[in-house]
């Protein structure tokens, strides 16, 4: 499951928004180790493309040594489909190379609502993950759970905090 | 001549785990040769059977893009530091690019093939 903050899917929606009908992309960093992404860092998308993201190559490098010297790691990598669903394609799978991320999809294919989905890509095989967004400074038992469009077999309705 | 070179973390199946080794060479391509006799393996995953760097594989000599610095043909210093980072990329339609992954995907096997057949360790 992922675990992220609304200000932070907020900030991605609007990101993704912002860049419509191109592909929007970026990270968000979080401690080495915890699982949680903390801190949201929108990337260039160098192809300038409404099929296609890369990452600037000389933004990528910076970014990463920002994190490494700041003990994080990428726990979310981020990008939009602006006219598709929020699920991998295969240009998605065949580039993905942090196996410890989560990759999350927003579709901003619908005016008014965002799509947005979670994905663990490993060796080319793609699971879906539930994506739990927790309001921040509210009582962990009191979090709220749901997915915007997501698919109700990984909804969690339980509302469980855990 | 010492360099460091930091690996990412998809390509630490080949050393062992570590996230930072150490080789020698001239040039890119000669690090990139000395690495490969202690990693066997890592060369292919960066250059490809032609014999130039992977479109989406993004080598760094300090904070310098190689591809700025002339690819493989890089030069190094001693001391240098040398960053892998798989580029950050993909998108809804980009089949031609997903086709060409795989097609390279197809030709490094191959070759990985070919070679266990030429020289049998």
Redesign the interface.
């Known amino acids: 499951m992922l675990s992220i903050d609304r200000s932070i899917v907020e900030a991605i929606v609007a990101h993704a928004r912002r860049d419509h009908p191109d ?1 929007a ?1 970026g ?1 968000v960093a979080g401690p080495v180790g915890g699982d949680t992404p903390t801190r949201h860092i929108p ?1 260039d998308n160098a ?1 300038r ?7 600037d ?2 933004e ?2 910076r970014v ?1 040594r920002e994190m490494d010297d700041r003990d994080e790691e990428p726990v979310v ?1 981020y ?1 939009s ?4 669903e929020a699920y ?5 799978v ?7 991320a989560h990759y999350l999809l927003v579709s901003t294919r619908e005016p008014d609502t965002e799509e947005i989905r979670s994905f663990r890509i490993i060796d080319g095989v793609v699971t879906e993950e539930p994506v739990r967004i927790v309001d921040a400074g509210v009582d962990p038992h009191a979090v709220q759970s749901y997915m915007f469009g997501q698919s109700p077999a990984t909804v969690d309705y339980e509302c469980s905090g855990s | 001549m010492a360099i460091e070179v930091r690996i990412p973390t998809i390509l630490r199946s080949y050393t062992g785990g570590a996230k930072v080794v150490e080789g020698a060479g001239d040039t890119l391509g000669d690090l990139l040769t000395d690495l490969d006799t202690r990693h066997a393996g890592l060369k292919a995953r960066l250059v490809t059977d032609a014999g130039v760097l992977h479109r989406f594989v993004n080598v760094y000599v300090n904070d310098e893009d190689v591809r700025f610095l002339g690819a493989l043909d890089a030069k190094l210093n001693d001391g240098d530091s040398v960053t892998v980072l798989p580029a950050v990329a993909g998108g809804a339609f980009g089949f031609a690019a997903a086709a060409a992954i795989s097609q390279h995907r197809a030709t490094t096997a191959a070759v990985a093939a070919r070679r266990a057949a030429v020289a049998p360790r």
């Open positions: 592909e992309c990270v990337m192809a493309s409404m099929t296609f993201y890369e990452f190559s000389m990528h490098l990463w990598i990008h489909h602006t006219a598709t991998p394609s295969r240009t998605d065949a580039f993905a190379g942090e196996p410890g």
